[in-house]
């Protein structure tokens, strides 16, 4: 359910497009608990100056490589498995595509369960919601 | 007020993009309590191969027409109003341009209403916002 | 820390965007609490016929020139900092690159402290984060 909207510069070859999409998949059902099945991604390839962004801020050493990964998701999770993610996350990304652990920014927003649908009209996240999860 | 970023793979014609905008935004005025000249979209034209997904997740039977429909909202709505607005949607499309219901998946935002502007500079959406809008 | 995500249609200059980069960038530090080494923007091109808008909607005069900012942000601002920010905006943008106010769309989302990491597969905002940012 996380839905994955990946920027990055054009240039890259399909293999390391398809790693990273693999990988990022991989490290939200290792570590952010979501089925194998529940895969949904975009990704942006941009113009080289059109992926802009601090090459240092928070100590970084960022490169033309940069790959900005902006997921919603529709449940909320704890900051430990947050965290876990983002290891795990880099951790996949350096082994295969190879990218730098620099290199990877992510900025996760958080929805509500009433507010996916995966198709045929309905509001499948429903199933099961406690009453905290409608409005 | 709903912004909406609508992703699918290039190569649709300009006449069935029409409509795909057309038909999103008459759903929104017919289910989401949207005014009709509140319309604000962009469309992103990706590489077929940069439109991910499952093709079976949530039962569905997905295919390369898949449309990722992401929609921000500055104010609230019930549970039922998005229910009712998913299957509006699912309706209007299927109808025209032609889209499978499978192949349309929604995720909704809800920002606040002191989040938007409009142009000039100005926060529109607080007039006439009560005190719980304004932080 | 606020990501933003720029939507226009294609064909303007590389100084054009260059500035509209900038002068986003500088309204963030000048108004909305933001480090000046904090700078992480995407910019999206697209077709004319794909950045969707009512001309009038909110009593603008909207033209092909419409530019859609999406900011996420992963602290909470007060409405007064929202609109001041929204201010500077729109005249820095005016002034460089030229850009007409009622051309101008914001639309800030706000997400937790936690679910941003600026690389190395780490949580930096947590760093000095109180209690009430972790769940």
Redesign the interface.
């Known amino acids: 359910m996380p839905?994955a909207?990946i920027?990055l510069a054009r240039g890259k070859s399909?293999d390391y497009?398809?790693a990273l999409?693999d990988q990022l998949h991989a490290a939200l059902v290792e570590s952010f608990d979501v089925?194998p099945?529940?895969?949904?991604?975009?990704?942006?390839?941009?113009?080289q100056?059109?992926?802009?962004?601090?090459p240092?801020?928070?100590d970084?050493d960022?490169s033309a490589d940069l790959v900005?990964i902006?997921l919603?998701t529709?449940k909320?999770r704890?900051?430990e498995t947050?965290?876990r993610f983002?290891?795990?996350?880099?951790?996949r990304l350096e082994a295969n595509p190879g990218i730098r652990?620099?290199?990877?920014?992510?900025?996760?927003?958080?929805?509500?369960r009433?507010?996916?649908?995966?198709?045929?009209?309905?509001?499948?996240m429903?199933e099961g919601a406690t009453e905290e999860d409608?409005?």
């Open positions: 839905f909207r920027s399909r497009l398809r999409s089925p099945n529940d895969r949904f991604q975009v990704i942006h390839q941009h113009d100056d059109d992926i802009i962004f601090d240092h801020y928070m970084m960022r900005y902006a919603t529709g909320p704890s900051t947050k965290k983002f290891q795990t996350l880099a951790r652990p620099d290199d990877i920014m992510v900025i996760i927003s958080t929805s509500r009433d507010e996916w649908s995966f198709g045929k009209g309905l509001a499948q429903l409608i409005s």
